[in-house]
Structure formats: structure tokens, C-alpha cells
């Protein structure tokens, strides 16, 4: 027999009726977990140009929601870049346009 597991939400309301009299209700809700899958899952290469940019979508589903986190090779997170790059709430990673100038030189 397998035993699924739960997520426990309580919600807390404050009721006060005509008399000033306030009482505390509490709501439990048994919400059941479940591990996180790609819904969109990005490529494992991405080539663009500088001129065009272009972006990786990337989005799971879970209980509760999973969030989405880009690595770089090192495995440190990867944050937005001013002019260069961002990271958006829908788990996208946006690489924006830019001016060739912008990046160091590349060494053989």
C-alpha cells in the first residue's frame, strides 16, 4: 500500500458579528503533493545572434508550485544583466539584443 502525502493549509478567519463579539474560525484543507514535471522543458542548445536575441521557456508543475532557477556552468544562479539579459517570472530566460561591443573579446 502506498501512502500519499499531504500538504496541510490552514486558513484563519476573524468573524464579528453585530455585538462587538469576534470569534476565530479555522478552515483545514488537505492539499496533496506531488512532484514537480516539466511542462515546458528547454532546449538543451539555444544559438541566436546578438542582433536578434532570443529567449528559453521554461515551466513545471507541482504541489506546491516548484519555482525555476537558471544555472550557470558553475552552478551559480543566473540573474538579470542590465541590456543583456533577464530572468522573468514565467521561469523565461530573455536574451535581450545588444551591441556587439558589449561582450569581451572571445579567446581560441
Known amino acids: 500500500m502506498k501512502l500519499q502525502e499531504f500538504r496541510l493549509m490552514l486558513v484563519f478567519k476573524i468573524n464579528t458579528n453585530y455585538n ?32 536578434s536575441g532570443g529567449w528559453l521557456d521554461c515551466s513545471a508543475s507541482g504541489s506546491p508550485q516548484p519555482s525555476i532557477d537558471w544555472l550557470s556552468v558553475d552552478g551559480t544562479s543566473v540573474g538579470d544583466v542590465s541590456g543583456i539579459r ?14 556587439a561591443p558589449v561582450l569581451p573579446p572571445r579567446h581560441p
Open 20 to 51: 462587538g463579539n469576534s470569534s476565530l474560525i479555522c478552515n483545514e484543507f488537505r492539499l496533496p503533493l506531488t512532484s514537480p514535471s516539466f511542462v515546458m522543458e528547454p532546449p538543451a542548445r539555444l544559438e541566436f545572434s546578438n542582433s
Open 86 to 99: 533577464r530572468v522573468l517570472r514565467n521561469g523565461t530566460l530573455f536574451l535581450q539584443p545588444f551591441a
